[in-house]
């Protein structure tokens, strides 16, 4: 069985500009939740997608949003970029969401210049 | 808004020695519990999960973690640790809702746990 593909691995971007990540949850799985991971910070969470609506959001500025498709394929989006946007971004997938254990992709290395 | 600590941030060990990582969670509503490991190179991947019962829970590689409700703590065990051991350890809680369902993971700093053979 694949695992949770995110695409793609390393991005670069410069300030101002805005970016798009992708990614496959596990066959089968319908919840689809987006994490940040930074040195500072460490992980923190971002929202949470089952069938196709937004279940659960952080506490992150509006310019971080995503969408689920019917597929369970998830995409987040983050606008006009900031140099503190620079961070391992992270999709974990379960089959119907948070109350169970999340299998997480490789993600996805932003870099802001 | 509910926080993780985990205490150490960094520990070092000889093979055979027993390990024990400390995690405490500030949310006093029902929980979920969970450790997460990232091996080097690889992605995170859950060790063990409490969600409700015997508050000593086993997980893989010989792992186990006790949840002990009056003192808001979820540590994690191990009697004799192996080289390959050598990881980063994510103690991880979300808020469960009465309706079903729960929140999002809040993961704790994370442990940089390194084995010396």
């Known amino acids: 069985k694949a695992g949770v593909t995110q695409t793609p691995r390393y991005l670069i971007k410069t300030r101002g500009q805005q970016v798009t990540l992708s990614c496959s949850p596990i066959s089968g799985h319908r919840s689809v939740s987006w994490y940040q991971q930074t040195p500072g910070q460490g992980l923190q969470f971002l929202f949470e997608?089952?069938?196709?609506?937004?279940?659960n959001k952080g506490n992150f500025p509006g310019r971080f949003s995503g969408r689920q498709f019917s597929n369970s394929r998830s995409e987040m989006n983050v606008s006009t970029l900031e140099l503190g946007d620079s961070a391992l971004y992270l999709c974990a997938s379960s089959v119907t969401g948070a109350e169970q254990p999340q299998h997480f992709g490789d993600g996805t290395r932003l870099s802001i210049l | 808004a509910q926080s993780v600590s985990q205490h150490n941030h960094h520990v070092i060990l000889s093979e055979a020695a027993s390990l024990e990582l400390g995690c405490n969670y500030s949310?006093?509503?029902?929980?979920?519990l969970f450790w997460y490991v990232q091996y080097p190179g690889q992605h995170l991947q859950l060790l063990l999960k409490y969600f409700s019962g015997d508050p000593l829970v086993k997980g893989i590689k010989g792992f186990e973690a006790e949840f002990i409700k009056s003192k808001f703590s979820f540590n994690l065990r191990k009697p004799s640790v192996q080289w390959s051991d050598t990881a980063e350890y994510f103690c991880?809680?979300?808020?469960?809702?009465?309706?079903?369902?729960?929140?999002?993971?809040?993961f704790g700093k994370g442990t940089h746990l390194i084995i010396q053979p």
């Open positions: 991880a809680v979300n808020r469960r809702y009465s309706g079903g369902g729960a929140d999002g993971l809040t």
């Open positions: 997608y089952f069938s196709e609506t937004q279940r």
């Open positions: 949310y006093g509503g029902t929980v979920n």
